[in-house]
């Protein structure tokens, strides 16, 4: 058997300490990966990022999972990263990936190469006079606050005309500031999953009634989405318009503009959820595509 080290982190291993709300997510994503892996002759091992390296002798590949932290530690994220990538282990996505994805400016890339993106305003940190400022230029009546380097909607914030925040508020981080767009709550955010450049499968994600946060930890809902010739075309530009080969996984997350077009929130290929429950063959395609990186790095 091949070792193949999924990496995680404290807060979603199963184990006897308290457990993230999303941890459910690992566990879904484990179960649909590890039948597959055992048929290609694979052995899944979950694994603290933390770890000594000593714990990854032996591993061949390293899939970087549910390491839902690192946002907090991205420079000694990193860091294990080009370590194992050093001792000869194929790590996916590799280091220079991570690099570019880990700071949201990524966008800023995207819409340089003719992508659809949300227009942001970008902040070294923020305000509320920066906040008053982005909903005049938006000339919107509600923007939302996200870290650049962040995941999962953590820390992220959403202040209207009538509700703007306090005066001595500050963000705290490099941050992005985008209009709030109606779509989301009225239709949901869309995700297109694709393994080793392919398409696996569609994903619709809607909030919990009051909310706009699609992820499970506020309440979010996902569905099995089919996409349109239309609108996969505009993922599939995604995937075309990276600056580096086919990720062996990507997610692209895409929110409905005004005008009809699909636009980027997010490409995730850190250590992205793939909604295993939407995609039955998730664990299959995966299996595949990590055989044939190994077979390439050989």
Known sequence: MIRIAFLACADTLPGPGPRRGDAFEHDLEIAALRPAFETAGLDLLE?????????FDGAALVLLGTAWDYQDYPQDFLAKLDVLAARGITVCNPPEIVRWNADKG???D??????PVIPTIWHDDAGRADIADALDRFETDRVVVKRRVGAGALGQHSFSREALPDTDWRMG???LIQ????S???EGEFTFVFIDGEFSHGV???AAAGDYRIQSLYGGKESVFA???TDLASARAVISALPFKDPLYARIDMARLPSGELAVMEAEMIEPYLYPEQGPDLGERLAKAVLSRLERSA
């Open 227 to 229: 996409p349109s010739t």
């Open 47 to 55: 694994i603290d990022w933390r770890e000594p390296l000593e714990a």
């Open 179 to 182: 209009p709030f767009l109606a």
């Open 106 to 108: 990524y966008l800023l």
């Open 110 to 115: 995207l819409s340089e190469r003719d992508v």
């Open 204 to 206: 619709l994600k809607q």
């Open 184 to 186: 989301v709550v009225e």
């Open 173 to 175: 981080h490099a941050c």
